[in-house]
């Protein structure tokens, strides 16, 4: 009887200590799924502050931009403000200027009536009045002496032009292409004759009352012709004085610089 305890007892042993065994077995496992499982939580964990550490930053980033953005665009649009201004002032400018040009070709106009419409022209182009002279109006041929006649129109035109400190004004000496004679005094070619009649033209201007430093003499000599020189009539079109008004545009000028 006794053996027979013994034996069943033994197995009740082993049978337990198989139990513990596997319990053992069983909880190291389920200690190692839970380590595995905490590891996997703290680097998802990691993961996710990187993650968000990095939205942060990328949100920081386009609101730096952003602020950028708005700053940059507010000076464009001071910028664009402050062209369009100018450019507004411009226009007033070149307004004022044109109609400068009509009073003052008006003026001039008026003050030069009743002389013969083939030696005596006044005209606007490109912005400028131009005043037109023959060379029978002004001079005999070959001469740098204004006739009588020419005097007192160039006379009335310094009377229109008198006090007019804002007129820039330019004589320019014209001639056909008949090369000068041979032998008159003081002049080997046309240079020399358009560029001594504007010279004559620009002093009696200024002894009728023109400020010299408003008035600039220059000769073309044939190479700015109106007309082909190929008739009588065309070469006597190209025998011509030309004073050109300019009015000034200092203002103009200065909102360019600023640019």
Same mark, same amino acid.
């Given at each position: 009887?006794?053996?027979?305890?013994?034996?069943?007892?033994?197995?009740?042993?082993?049978?337990?200590?198989?139990?513990?065994?596997? @319990?053992?077995?069983?909880?190291?496992?389920?200690?190692?799924?839970?380590?595995? =499982?905490?590891?996997?939580?703290?680097?998802?964990?990691?993961?996710?502050?990187?993650?968000?550490?990095?939205?942060?930053?990328? &949100?920081?980033?386009?609101?730096?931009?952003?602020?950028?953005?708005?700053?940059?665009?507010?000076?464009?649009?001071?910028?664009?403000?402050?062209?369009?201004?100018?450019?507004?002032?411009?226009?007033?400018?070149?307004?004022?200027?044109?109609?400068?040009?009509?009073?003052?070709?008006?003026?001039?106009?008026?003050?030069?009536?009743?002389?013969?419409?083939?030696?005596?022209?006044?005209?606007?182009?490109?912005?400028? &009045?131009?005043?037109?002279?023959?060379?029978?109006?002004?001079?005999?041929s070959g001469s740098t002496k204004v006739d009588p006649k020419g005097q007192e129109a160039l006379s009335k035109l310094?009377?229109? =032009?008198?006090? +007019?400190?804002? *007129?820039? *004004?330019?004589?320019?000496?014209?001639?056909? +292409?008949?090369? &000068? @004679?041979?032998?008159?005094?003081?002049?080997?070619?046309?240079?020399?004759?358009?560029? =001594?009649?504007?010279?004559?033209?620009?002093?009696?201007?200024? =002894?009728?009352?023109?400020?010299?430093?408003?008035?600039?003499?220059?000769?073309? @000599?044939?190479?700015?012709?109106?007309?082909?020189?190929?008739?009588?009539?065309?070469?006597?079109?190209?025998?011509?004085?030309?004073?050109?008004?300019?009015?000034?545009?200092?203002?103009?000028?200065?909102?360019?610089?600023?640019?």
């Open positions: 009887m006794f053996g027979t305890a013994n034996c069943i007892s033994q197995k009740k042993y082993a049978a337990l200590q198989s139990q513990y065994t596997d @319990a053992t077995r069983s909880r190291e496992q389920l200690q190692a799924e839970k380590n595995a =499982l905490e590891q996997e939580k703290a680097r998802n964990e990691e993961a996710l502050r990187t993650s968000l550490l990095s939205k942060n930053q990328q &949100v920081n980033q386009l609101n730096s931009s952003l602020s950028g953005a708005q700053q940059e665009n507010s000076q464009l649009s001071a910028d664009l403000r402050s062209k369009e201004q100018r450019i507004a002032e411009m226009q007033r400018i070149l307004d004022q200027k044109d109609a400068a040009v009509k009073a003052l070709r008006q003026k001039v106009g008026d003050a030069l009536l009743g002389f013969n419409a083939q030696d005596l022209q006044v005209n606007v182009k490109n912005g400028k &009045v131009y005043v037109s002279l023959s060379e029978q109006l002004l001079f005999k310094a009377a229109a =032009l008198k006090g +007019n400190q804002d *007129v820039n *004004v330019l004589v320019e000496g014209h001639t056909d +292409n008949v090369p &000068v @004679a041979k032998g008159t005094a003081g002049m080997r070619d046309n240079w020399d004759l358009s560029v =001594l009649r504007a010279t004559e033209i620009t002093r009696i201007l200024t =002894l009728a009352g023109l400020p010299a430093s408003q008035v600039t003499p220059s000769g073309r @000599a044939e190479y700015v012709p109106v007309a082909v020189n190929d008739s009588p009539a065309n070469k006597a079109l190209n025998r011509r004085t030309e004073i050109i008004l300019t009015p000034k545009l200092d203002e103009l000028f200065q909102i360019l610089e600023q640019n």
